[in-house]
């Protein structure tokens, strides 16, 4: 009889924003409207990027990836959600969960990592500006991509693994996406371990990258009030400013969907918080680099005027 119970669920179902019935119209507006500026945005400046050869630097190279991997992150989450929304919800495979909770897992914590290594990229341009350009040199700047990408893989496996070998009773979904725990809870035996062990990939994953960016800035300010000009001072703050932003929203809300007791929020508050950073976090990179960033709005100008001549 055992056999049989763990054998029946071959497919999930999202519940999605069911407590939200009336407003899934306007839910559905919102979001799309993010998810299509996130796109846009994202894509801009991939292609601004790489078509303009004064922003070829460590800095942007690294913005690039992150926007590429934002981009591919909102496809594997958003049009699911939008077209749970409009009421077109299909169920999803074990497959395609694991799927989608794999690409999900690599490419968060690859934004994690990347963000580490803006930081530290930030802090060799300004703590150690003659030797940049040897220090950030292509080979490292690969390296440091690589490593980020690797540990979002390795991470992800060890996840997904540990998750759908687990005996499944229930199909639906607490969510609008397969993310760890609310297909852990879908399982028909005691999952402890399992919480543990996502846990502690949390507290890794997330602390670790934020630990070494507030080492970076710990460094990086006080190499700037060291400097004797308040031009300078601001000149060095402005080139951070837009990282800073960036990494505060980012870590802020990953610490707080992934590093409090589980039992603390309802699920309404929880997919408040996912929705964050499913769909406003990405959004937030295109806006704050071309809105706040003189060297990128220059650069596409200079990208539609080549594009008009």
Not at 12 to 33: A, D, K, N, Y
Not at 47 to 76: G, K, N, W
Request: hydrophobic residues 50%; positive net charge; contains cysteine.
């Amino acid at each position: 009889m055992k056999n049989e119970n763990h054998t029946v669920v071959s497919e999930f179902t999202f519940q999605g924003f069911t407590s939200f019935h009336e407003h899934q119209l306007t839910l559905f507006i919102v979001f799309f409207s993010l998810y299509t500026l996130t796109l846009a945005g994202n894509v801009i400046i991939v292609t601004v990027i790489s078509a303009d050869h004064h922003l070829h630097t460590p800095m942007y190279f690294f913005l690039s990836m992150l926007s590429a991997s934002e981009t591919v992150y909102t496809l594997i989450i958003i049009p699911k959600m939008l077209c749970n929304l409009v009421g077109l919800s299909q169920p999803i495979s074990l497959a395609g969960c694991a799927t989608q909770m794999f690409f999900f897992i690599t490419l968060a914590i690859n934004n994690c990592f990347l963000l580490a290594a803006m930081g530290y990229d930030r802090y060799v341009a300004i703590c150690n500006p003659l030797r940049y350009t040897i220090m950030m040199n292509k080979r490292v700047c690969i390296q440091l991509v690589w490593g980020a990408c690797s540990i979002g893989l390795i991470v992800a496996m060890t996840q997904v693994s540990a998750v759908f070998r687990l005996p499944f009773c229930t199909t639906k979904v607490a969510h609008f996406f397969c993310d760890i725990r609310p297909v852990m809870k879908l399982s028909c035996i005691d999952t402890t371990v399992n919480e543990i062990l996502t846990l502690i990939i949390s507290v890794l994953v997330i602390l670790v990258p934020m630990g070494l960016v507030f080492i970076s800035y710990i460094l990086i300010i006080s190499t700037i009030l060291k400097i004797a000009s308040a031009e300078g001072r601001k000149k060095a703050f402005a080139t951070c400013a837009s990282h800073l932003t960036v990494v505060i929203v980012h870590y802020g809300c990953a610490s707080i969907a992934y590093l409090k007791p589980k039992s603390e929020n309802t699920m309404d508050q929880d997919q408040l918080i996912s929705v964050t950073y499913t769909v406003i976090t990405p959004l937030l990179n295109p806006v704050v680099y071309t809105l706040r960033n003189k060297e990128v709005k220059d650069a596409l100008l200079r990208v539609i005027g080549r594009k008009l001549s």
